[in-house]
């Protein structure tokens, strides 16, 4: 049987691709704990890398360390979902506000107006998003 090998947090970072103070910031908030201490120094396992790599794709999703947090403290899957779900829905506003706004730069490019600040179908843009 192989021993599962351990990680320094020099080791922990360059795998993952995370600045050591990072994974110390991380520690300090409360959404990473090594797995031991050896010699007084962090070693951290597999479980790690896949905690990272769900913190860092978290906070692509635009999740906060608070909210991370609240989603590894919650009590089940089912309160961790919520987490999630709640994030999710303000990530499709946030996708809906960036898809509006491409319409309205995608036709001030392409518009054949002279300005298109002046340009009836620019403005008829502009209402339906002013409702």
């Not at 120094?41 to 790690?48: A, G, L, T, V």
């Not at 990530?91 to 600040?117: G, K, M, N, V, Y």
């Amino acid at each position: 049987m192989a021993v599962e090998k351990l990680l320094s947090i020099g080791e922990l970072g360059v795998r993952c691709g995370v600045a050591t103070h990072v994974l110390r910031h991380w520690e300090d908030v409360g959404l990473l704990t090594p797995a031991t201490r050896i010699s007084g120094r962090r070693r951290y396992d597999e479980s790690h890398v896949a905690r990272v790599v769900m913190i860092r794709r978290g906070k692509a999703a635009g999740l906060s360390l608070a909210q991370l947090r609240e989603m590894f403290d919650a009590p089940d899957g089912s309160a961790r979902r919520a987490v999630l779900a709640e994030q999710r829905a303000r990530l499709d506003e946030q996708i809906r506000q960036a898809q509006e706004s491409q319409r309205l730069l995608d036709h001030a490019l392409t518009c054949e107006a002279p300005d298109f600040t002046e340009c009836p179908h620019f403005h008829r843009l502009v209402s339906e998003l002013t409702g």
